[in-house]
């Protein structure tokens, strides 16, 4: 069945310091999903990215959905303590979802 | 506007007890599903609907059982607890375009 991988598990950093998760399907994509998890919380929609080579950027967010559409990254610019938390990609498969297996995020102040 | 509401909120059940999550919404979603959340294992799709009166099985739907017979409630159902179903479970739905999760439900099974 389709996997959606992402890289790093976990990534802690400095405030003001960037920070990029990566994703990778097995499968190409129809679109792919980006979802933010605060600690203690539930998964929150940030975007969708839907054509091959899409860019969209949403203040110090930029997503990026790859060529073949089998790959995306986010990144965040001069991250701050509020950024804290788990960054899920998803692919969509037909009429579902299909998560990736997160990349935790820690931001020292 | 509740959005998606799940209950109960935190559960411990013993090995071999039977019980049901009720996942309700209001934003006239057609589309409804259950993942569990596990640590280092991401969220992973139990069974999903695509329309009242639909249910279709997900990536690990073993040990779970699931009915739409409203299009704003999605039960999840436990036949015989294991401790390997101790778990965070949360449920989404969707017109389609991003998913709406509920607060999730913590299950101990004992």
């Known amino acids: 069945g389709q996997q959606v991988m992402q890289i790093p598990q976990y990534q802690h950093v400095q405030e003001g310091e960037d920070f990029t998760t990566y994703c990778n399907s097995s499968?190409?994509?129809?679109?792919i999903q980006w979802y933010k998890q605060r600690p203690g919380g539930h998964p929150v929609f940030l975007i969708q990215?839907?054509?091959?080579?899409e860019v969209k950027k949403q203040k110090r967010l930029t997503f990026q959905f790859g060529e073949a559409k089998k790959n995306s990254s986010l990144h965040i610019t001069a991250t701050q303590t509020t950024d804290v938390g788990t960054y899920f990609c998803?692919?969509?498969?037909?009429?579902?979802?299909?998560f990736g297996t997160g990349t935790r995020l820690q931001v020292f102040p | 506007n509740a959005g998606v509401t799940q209950t109960p909120k935190f559960r411990v059940l013993k090995t071999g007890q039977s019980m049901t999550l009720l996942c309700a919404q209001d934003?006239?979603?057609?589309?409804m599903y259950w993942y569990r959340q596990d640590p280092g294992m991401g969220l992973r799709l139990i069974h999903y609907?695509?329309?009242?009166?639909?249910?279709a099985k997900g990536e690990v739907p073993d040990g779970y059982n699931v009915s739409r017979l409203k299009k704003q409630n999605f039960l999840l159902g436990l036949e015989s607890a294991a401790p390997s179903q101790t778990s965070v479970y949360f449920c989404?739905?969707?017109?389609?375009?991003?998913?709406?999760f509920g607060s999730g439900t913590r299950l101990t099974v004992v």
């Open positions: 990215l839907v054509k091959s080579g």
């Open positions: 934003m006239n979603h057609e589309y």
């Open positions: 998803a692919g969509y498969n037909t009429d579902k979802l299909i």
């Open positions: 989404a739905s969707s017109l389609g375009y991003g998913y709406t």
């Open positions: 499968t190409t994509l129809s679109n």
């Open positions: 609907s695509v329309g009242e009166g639909t249910t």
